[in-house]
């Protein structure tokens, strides 16, 4: 099990590093998708992918892992909106991606949070 855990870290380490860098080199993707309810969409995208590089990195350093992997699931609970309202909107958000694409990630979130928790949080023995 420790064996998962750790390929787990390392894929999701890598995921959210990924995904927090492409906040950066293309903003404009997710910008598009922040509800509209919600104010300076630049800056959010840019908080959320500094969330996710730190984030990423925390789950590769023991004493901070646990702090990093309970900032990255309340952060995929706060970008779930823009989620539901990429697939709500699919016609003009979509990003080329079908709509039933958009329906079916929605479902990723908790599987995310799942695959965070077991990289982040070692059983207690």
Known sequence: MQLLRSAL???MAA????????????PRGF??????????PELLVSLSGIA????????LVPPVRRVAGTG???LL??????NVNMALHADRLGAGLPEWALWLRLPLQPALIAAVWLAA????R
């Open 15 to 26: 995921l959210f590093l990924g995904a927090g860098v492409m906040h950066f080199l293309r």
């Open 9 to 11: 870290r390392l894929l």
């Open 31 to 40: 910008v598009r998708i922040v509800p509209e309810q919600l104010p300076r």
């Open 77 to 82: 609970v706060a970008v779930f909106p823009a």
């Open 72 to 74: 990255l699931i309340a």
């Open 121 to 124: 949080f070692e059983p207690q």
């Open 52 to 59: 996710e590089v730190l984030g990423g990195v925390g789950l």
